[in-house]
């Protein structure tokens, strides 16, 4: 080319010739073109004064011919300054363009030819990572400016055409095109790695186990559904790394979550890989590490890092320290007095039993200790506890209005010394009152009260709840009580202490404030932040008073701290995260892997993302980040620990590959189907599906529904549900034992494993009956757990427990105190969102059967979803009462939320509320049978729930009260039981008996009911 192409002039126009003797312009040569010296060239920003040549590598792009009527110009980027070159030969264009063009592309052929090479071995030896995609995609689209469109028309030789057309192809990549080379890549890595993966664990890895050890992009999310394997791909993928040559081992940082967890995958990796250098680190050792390498010692720790207990017991003796102080003293009593509970109006609910059970389910207790049935009366009670005001809460009237139907008055609060009643009524300014409450009844109960305190000549302060709304509640207490000169003594610091301790309320808010310090520490707050951590709170006033007690605390621990010298696990993260921000810290490992992702905290997730963002600035390598986790398991917000952040993982890390592991080899379809179906229904779940190698027809998930104190059958007076759920698990143990295809000779020895699992410890069989059931059942290995410590276990066998309603019931209602949900991750809108997934944790524990057990009088709702909603479930296994069947029929007429609960009074049986004290609603049940009658049948009626009885009752069609058979001279007739009277409210409705047609006599004598725990037939008055 340089012979043909030696020495190409090219001259000026015309007009060029005018002004320039040379009658060439500038030369084109192989090497580049040669400019001759003139000052009539002209650059777009400078002249060309001193530029004699430049070479093809200089120019970014073919020299570029356009025409003008004083000649042709000629325009080129040379080392990224623009030039233009005027008054060239007319015919420039059409005789020196293809030449130039040509010579351009063959000095820059090389890099081109480079550049596919570099592609192409980028895309078959690694998987195509997101960010080198982006690389690749920047590069391409600079070279394909540089040779597109022009050369199209241009005769270059066959592999430079070739090359191009490979460019062309890359440029225009869709995700189709990415995914279908990622895809050939993971193909070609199953195929070379094959027998690596058919004998890294003890069974060979699935296709999707094998698939998320190879997937390789920047950010990689494993979601592993319970017992689908995830250690196995936590192993296989970092011996695979290895095995492929892509890491060594001090490349790999493997996160576990706790000592334990780690030591157990070290174990893991030793035993399968046969090394020792890839080595698991809790987050805290981690950050131990850096901060030591940083600083060039290693800090000390605080002993309470792995002593809880100590930490607490501290918090507990600074806080009793700081009581000694009057003014501290006094905030503390204030705070225990007002801002101790979240308040909750009665009109915020739609039903009575709703606030009943709010108030029940947070043990709204004075400092007297009473369970009181408003939060007005809680601040009357603890106003007159301290005050030293003797009352009574609840205390019967002195005069005895009781009548057959009704029970003896009882005003809100007496005071003996001064024989002063308080009633305390809720309703608004308006006389309204909550929804779920008949107003009218509501206000002539009141009218009744004033009739008889006027009657009997007795003193009544009324207080109502629009006082208390308008914080003027304690001042017409006040007010009321100095008419009747009611003395005052505050009780001294000392006596309020006593209850407060008493109460265990000091251990309680010492245990908060210690769980708190950590919480408080990890947040990094700024006053500002502070301030609005307290504005979302559920309850701000309540947060920012008892931040007010929490803040000396605070400073008396980091005091404490720094006097040591030592450091404690929100240190170690918070230092080690500023090291690596600050770039005194670059981390060395490029493949980081993070185990149960699901319960990592912001401040853990800050941490793993800097160490993933710190080599980029000083490498050129970027670093993988591989989590596993799965967001049906997350059970952790209590310390920490943050879903969204597993089902917003993108949102926070970037750009991800997700992957799915959807083999469960632990328990069968039929438990995998409902604990599933259950979980899901809360729809910020990652949608996915989780199959069982295990296949079943029958249904393996079954409910024992009995009574605490009710029997299973006549001829098994002592087989409580625990023992009846054991003995059928016996029955299929055997049965699984009698029909196994195993050889004799080869049969395992080791016995089922059952758990018996619930939400609570207590609600457990203590050691002592624990040696018993595994002494009663020989065959069987019983061990008790709660729901959160069976997390990442499993047995043949669950039986669980505890699934009530109330204080410590399941799900738990209990309000998280607000400061303390107020440092926490953001809950979740779905209502019992974890605790949901902490039940999908207890059912999946178990590969072949799960007993639910169940007192349908007192259950949790999560019982009454499975039964009633389309879940697969064995219903028929065990024998159940008729109660316990027709649960829902026997609901309190008053709160509607409560279920009637047999109980035996001094005279005779009845059934009361389950919300009993705050509902004191009370049934006599059937006249006939005892049994529990339901109103939700039979329009206008009550029926007995006892189908071989079979007695119906008439509603009040006036107050809807049961009516009862009454005689008179005239005959017998249905009369309301709330009649009283001359006494008021009293409801005088009576029916006929011949206007109305029953199905069965009312009166007719029936045969005793088979087995039930229903209540004897109640005593005629």
């Known amino acids: 080319m340089s012979a043909q192409y030696s020495v190409n002039p090219i001259p000026h126009s015309w007009f060029g010739h005018l002004y320039h003797?040379?009658?060439?312009?500038?030369?084109?040569?192989?090497?580049?073109?040669?400019?001759?010296?003139?000052?009539?060239?002209?650059?777009?920003?400078?002249?060309?004064?001193?530029?004699?040549?430049?070479?093809?590598q200089q120019l970014d792009h073919p020299p570029l011919f356009s025409a003008s009527l004083l000649g042709s110009l000629l325009s080129f980027t040379a080392s990224g300054v623009s030039y233009q070159i005027p008054f060239l030969s007319y015919f420039a264009r059409s005789h020196f363009k293809h030449q130039v063009e040509l010579l351009w592309a063959l000095s820059h052929e090389q890099a081109l030819y480079d550049l596919i090479a570099r592609i192409e071995k980028a895309i078959s030896k690694r998987y195509l990572r997101q960010s080198l995609l982006a690389k690749m995609s920047s590069r391409i689209a600079r070279e394909y400016r540089r040779w597109f469109p022009w050369s199209a028309s241009v005769e270059l030789p066959p592999k430079t055409r070739a090359a191009l057309t490979q460019l062309h192809h890359f440029y225009h990549w869709k995700n189709a095109h990415v995914e279908h080379l990622r895809e050939d890549y993971i193909q070609s890595q199953l195929v070379a790695?094959?027998?690596?993966?058919?004998?890294?664990?003890?069974?060979?890895?699935?296709?999707?186990?094998r698939r998320a050890c190879i997937i390789d992009d920047d950010n990689n999310l494993l979601l592993a559904g319970a017992g689908t394997g995830k250690t196995s791909v936590m192993v296989g993928r970092a011996g695979y790394l290895v095995a492929s040559g892509q890491a060594k081992a001090d490349d790999i940082l493997l996160l576990a979550y706790g000592t334990k967890a780690a030591k157990e995958m070290d174990l893991r990796i030793k035993h399968k890989l046969g090394t020792a250098d890839i080595k698991a680190s809790t987050f805290h050792s981690l950050g131990l590490k850096i901060i030591t390498e940083v600083e060039g010692v290693k800090p000390s720790l605080s002993a309470w890092v792995n002593d809880e207990p100590a930490k607490d017991k501290w918090v507990h003796d600074r806080l009793e320290t700081l009581i000694e102080n009057e003014s501290y003293r006094k905030h503390l009593f204030d705070y225990f007095s007002r801002y101790y509970y979240v308040e909750k109006s009665p009109f915020e609910f739609s039903t009575e039993g709703e606030y009943f059970e709010y108030l029940h389910d947070n043990d709204i207790r004075s400092l007297k200790g009473e369970r009181v049935k408003s939060f007005g009366e809680l601040y009357i009670a603890n106003w007159l506890f301290s005050n030293g005001i003797e009352y009574q809460y609840e205390a019967k009237?002195?005069?005895?209005?009781?009548?057959?139907?009704?029970?003896?008055?009882?005003?809100?609060?007496?005071?003996?010394?001064?024989?002063?009643?308080?009633?305390?009524?809720?309703?608004?300014?308006?006389?309204?009152?909550?929804?779920?409450?008949?107003?009218?009844?509501?206000?002539?109960?009141?009218?009744?009260?004033?009739?008889?305190?006027?009657?009997?000549?007795?003193?009544?302060?009324?207080?109502?709840?629009?006082?208390?709304?308008?914080?003027?509640?304690?001042?017409?207490?006040?007010?009321?009580?100095?008419?009747?000169?009611?003395?005052?003594?505050?009780?001294?610091?000392?006596?309020?202490?006593?209850?407060?301790?008493?109460?265990?309320?000091?251990?309680?808010?010492?245990?908060?404030?210690?769980?708190?310090?950590?919480?408080?520490?990890?947040?990094?707050?700024?006053?500002?932040?502070?301030q609005r951590i307290f504005s979302q709170a559920a309850d701000p006033q309540q947060a920012r008073k008892a931040f007010q007690l929490l803040q000396p605390i605070l400073q008396l621990y980091q005091e404490y701290l720094s006097a040591t010298g030592d450091i404690d696990f929100e240190d170690m993260i918070a230092k080690a995260l500023a090291y690596l921000q600050s770039g005194q810290y670059v981390s060395p490992w490029r493949y980081i892997m993070v185990d149960e992702f699901q319960d990592i905290?912001?401040?853990?997730?800050?941490?793993?993302?800097?160490?993933?963002?710190?080599?980029?600035?000083?490498?050129?390598?970027?670093?993988?980040?591989?989590?596993?986790?799965?967001?049906?398991?997350?059970?952790?917000?209590?310390?920490?620990?943050?879903?969204?952040?597993?089902?917003?993982?993108?949102?926070?890390?970037?750009?991800?590959?997700?992957?799915?592991?959807?083999?469960?080899?632990?328990?069968?379809?039929?438990?995998?189907?409902?604990?599933?179906?259950?979980?899901?229904?809360?729809?910020?779940?990652?949608?996915?599906?989780?199959?069982?190698?295990?296949?079943?027809?029958?249904?393996?998930?079954?409910?024992l529904r009995r009574g605490v104190n009710e029997r299973a059958r006549q001829d098994e007076p002592s087989a409580n549900a625990l023992v009846q759920a054991l003995n059928a698990l016996s029955v299929h143990v055997a049965k699984a034992s009698a029909t196994s295809t195993t050889e004799p000779s080869t049969k395992s020895i080791t016995k089922p494993t059952v758990y018996l699992l619930a939400r609570f410890w207590f609600q457990l069989p203590d050691k002592d009956l624990l040696r018993q059931l595994n002494a009663q059942y020989p065959m069987l290995s019983i061990e008790c757990l709660s729901f959160h410590a069976s997390k990442g276990k499993e047995a043949d066998y669950v039986v669980i427990l505890g699934l009530t309603q109330g204080i410590h019931g399941f799900p738990s209602q209990k309000i998280t105190p607000p400061l303390l949900d107020a440092f926490l991750p953001q809950a979740e809108a779905f209502q019992f969102a974890e605790e949901r997934r902490l039940f999908?944790?207890?059912?999946?524990?178990?590969?072949?059967?799960?007993?639910?057990?169940?007192?349908?009088?007192?259950?949790?709702?999560?019982?009454?979803?499975?039964?009633?909603?389309?879940?697969?479930?064995?219903?028929?296994?065990?024998?159940?009462?008729l109660v316990q069947t027709l649960f829902e029929q026997i609901k309190c007429a008053r709160c509607t939320t409560g279920t009637l609960t047999a109980r035996t009074g001094k005279f005779s049986s009845f059934l009361s509320c389950s919300h009993f004290p705050l509902c004191d609603h009370q049934e006599a049940g059937c006249d006939l049978c005892g049994s529990p009658m339901t109103r939700k049948r039979t329009n206008g009626f009550a029926v007995c729930l006892d189908e071989h009885c079979g007695h119906i009752a008439p509603l009040c069609n006036l107050c809807g009260a049961d009516m009862s058979l009454r005689e008179s001279a005239r005959g017998t007739f249905w009369g309301c039981k709330n009649y009283r009277g001359n006494s008021v409210p009293s409801c005088s409705n009576t029916i006929d008996t011949a206007t109305i047609s029953f199905k069965s006599k009312p009166h007719q004598k029936?045969?005793?009911?088979?087995d039930t725990t229903l209540p004897k037939p109640r005593q005629k008055v």
């Open 840 to 881: 999908y944790v207890a059912l999946t524990r178990a590969k072949h059967r799960v007993y639910v057990l169940a007192d349908m009088t007192n259950v949790s709702p999560f019982v009454v979803e499975l039964i009633q909603q389309p879940y697969n479930v064995e219903l028929n296994e065990f024998s159940t009462s």
């Open 397 to 530: 009237y002195e005069y005895d209005v009781s009548t057959l139907e009704f029970r003896q008055y009882q005003p809100d609060f007496y005071l003996p010394q001064y024989n002063v009643y308080i009633e305390y009524y809720g309703i608004d300014s308006a006389n309204n009152t909550a929804p779920y409450i008949d107003n009218a009844a509501y206000l002539a109960s009141m009218a009744w009260k004033r009739q008889l305190h006027q009657k009997q000549q007795t003193n009544c302060i009324e207080l109502f709840y629009y006082q208390h709304k308008k914080n003027q509640l304690i001042n017409k207490l006040e007010q009321a009580l100095t008419v009747f000169k009611v003395n005052y003594s505050p009780l001294p610091d000392d006596a309020i202490l006593a209850t407060l301790y008493e109460l265990g309320r000091v251990t309680e808010l010492a245990k908060l404030f210690s769980q708190l310090i950590g919480l408080y520490k990890a947040a990094c707050v700024d006053k500002t932040g502070l």
């Open 21 to 56: 003797r040379n009658a060439n312009a500038l030369e084109i040569t192989a090497e580049g073109i040669s400019f001759v010296p003139t000052q009539s060239l002209f650059l777009s920003r400078l002249p060309l004064t001193n530029l004699e040549h430049v070479s093809w």
């Open 601 to 703: 905290s912001e401040p853990r997730a800050r941490l793993v993302r800097a160490l993933r963002d710190s080599r980029s600035k000083t490498s050129s390598s970027e670093t993988s980040l591989f989590c596993v986790g799965d967001d049906w398991q997350a059970i952790y917000r209590f310390s920490g620990a943050d879903v969204s952040l597993t089902t917003q993982f993108a949102q926070y890390f970037g750009q991800t590959s997700e992957t799915h592991l959807d083999l469960t080899f632990r328990f069968n379809n039929r438990i995998g189907e409902v604990a599933s179906a259950f979980v899901t229904k809360n729809p910020h779940q990652l949608n996915k599906e989780v199959h069982s190698l295990i296949q079943v027809v029958d249904p393996a998930i079954s409910i």
């Open 193 to 209: 790695f094959a027998d690596f993966f058919d004998s890294v664990e003890s069974n060979p890895l699935t296709d999707k186990q």
């Open 1006 to 1010: 029936l045969k005793q009911p088979r």
